[in-house]
């Protein structure tokens, strides 16, 4: 891969829609890109380091930023691998995803050797997929957030709450094991947020 294909790669995420949504009966064109909920998992990040660096937590800002904007790059050569297809997979579904994305990650590593980048990439993949560090936890946070987020606007915009309420019920459970307590901050803001919307359960 080089400079131009990875470029190209890049923009091509801007048209890879995230398919869970498309596995809940939601219409193709409500449905976000892959671009688009990198975008959005951003600025939750920086919504959710601001609150911990004010309660004095030591965070890396520009890793978080990275992190976020390029978490889902891989997808680019997997495409959006849903949670329903990891359900089906069992107990595996989880490794064989992070197996797959791994090796998408490493391929498109070489493309950005031209740009001294290719170590920092990998090291910022592996760090978000083992969880490991505060940076990798509000980037997962963010990334959760954004589902509710989600969930929310579609049902403003009309659809069923029950087309979608397991995905919000998973992803809260998801959400309930974090200690940041910016995400669960935020999470409730959201949850009242959905709360005063209209109900429609058919």
């Known amino acids: 891969m080089n400079l131009v294909s990875f470029l190209q790669a890049l923009s091509d995420l801007k048209s890879i829609p995230r398919s ?16 688009d909920h990198s975008f959005s998992v951003s600025v939750l990040c920086i919504v959710l380091a601001n609150f911990e660096l004010k309660k004095g937590r030591r965070i890396n800002l520009e890793r978080i930023l990275k992190m976020a904007l390029l978490h889902d790059l891989a997808e680019v050569l997997t495409f959006d691998i849903s949670k329903s297809y990891l359900e089906y997979l069992g107990s595996q579904g989880t490794k064989v995803k992070n197996e797959i994305e791994k090796a998408a990650s490493r391929h498109l590593s070489k493309a950005m050797k031209s740009f001294g980048l290719s170590k920092d990439y990998e090291s910022l993949c592996n760090e978000y997929l083992r ?14 957030l954004d589902i509710l987020l989600q969930v929310t606007n579609l049902e403003r ?38 709360l005063s919307l209209p109900r429609k359960r058919t």
């Open 20 to 35: 869970g949504w498309l596995s809940h009966r939601i219409s193709l064109q409500d449905v976000e890109s892959v671009a």
């Open 157 to 194: 915009r009309g659809y069923s709450e029950i087309m979608i309420h397991d995905l919000w019920e998973k992803t809260s459970a998801t959400l309930a094991k974090s200690k940041l307590q910016s995400a669960q901050r935020v999470q409730h803001i959201i949850a009242e947020e959905r």
């Open 131 to 144: 969880h490991s560090t505060i940076e990798a936890k509000i980037v997962h946070a963010a990334d959760s």
